[in-house]
């Protein structure tokens, strides 16, 4: 069962619909005990960071979610797997060491922000379970003003151009973030779940 975190931000419905087109179990998770159940979990994006990180505490579900990561548990989300953003001053979860800040597109001013529509990425990790059977050029939708920049390029899983090159995807261990909305990339986008819930 994949769990998919309730905490009061992000499309849950059309990641639970895009987990059944796929042919994995999902199911809303609102408790600790909800979540421990889980063989696998989504943490939804957010549409701001603080705001995020405050109603996760809130949810009663952060202790379990980092026992859950620490034993190894899948997980999948993005933004609020880093340490900080300069959105605002909460810190992250910290599960991978990246910090995320906005972009800076003072010399192309052609290029707005944010960072919206398909966009191609490119692979830095080939061989990740995540990415199996992905066609190539891989597209995916993406909406944000803000990516993470890496301590450790290992953790880099895809990068994007948009004015210069960014961190579209990241990975380590049992954590994956996607910039993207997955749920939002067609094709790509359920490539990408199915691999998660069969692969990773």
Aim: aromatic content about 8%; overall charge negative.
């Amino acid at each position: 069962m994949i769990g998919v975190l309730d905490y009061g931000i992000g499309n849950i419905g059309s990641i639970l619909n895009m987990l059944k087109k796929v042919g994995a179990q999902g199911q809303t998770v609102t408790t600790a005990s909800e979540l421990k159940a889980c063989e696998k979990l989504i943490l939804p994006g957010v549409g701001s960071f603080d705001i995020g990180m405050d109603l996760l505490g809130q949810s009663g579900m952060r202790e379990a979610l980092d026992e859950a990561v620490a034993s190894g548990t899948p997980l999948l989300g993005m933004q609020m797997l880093g340490r900080c953003s300069e959105e605002g001053r909460a810190q992250g979860l910290g599960y991978i060491p990246f910090d995320l800040k906005r972009f800076t597109l003072s010399e192309q001013p052609a290029l707005k922000i944010p960072h919206m529509g398909w966009d191609s990425v490119e692979m830095m990790q080939p061989d990740a379970p995540i990415i199996k059977g992905l066609e190539q050029p891989a597209r995916f939708y993406f909406v944000h003003s803000y990516h993470a920049v890496c301590n450790d390029p290992a953790d880099v899983l895809m990068t994007c151009d948009y004015g210069y090159p960014f961190v579209a995807a990241v990975h380590r261990s049992n954590v994956w973030g996607t910039q993207f909305h997955p749920e939002k990339s067609h094709r790509f986008g359920m490539c990408l779940i199915h691999n998660f819930a069969k692969e990773c």
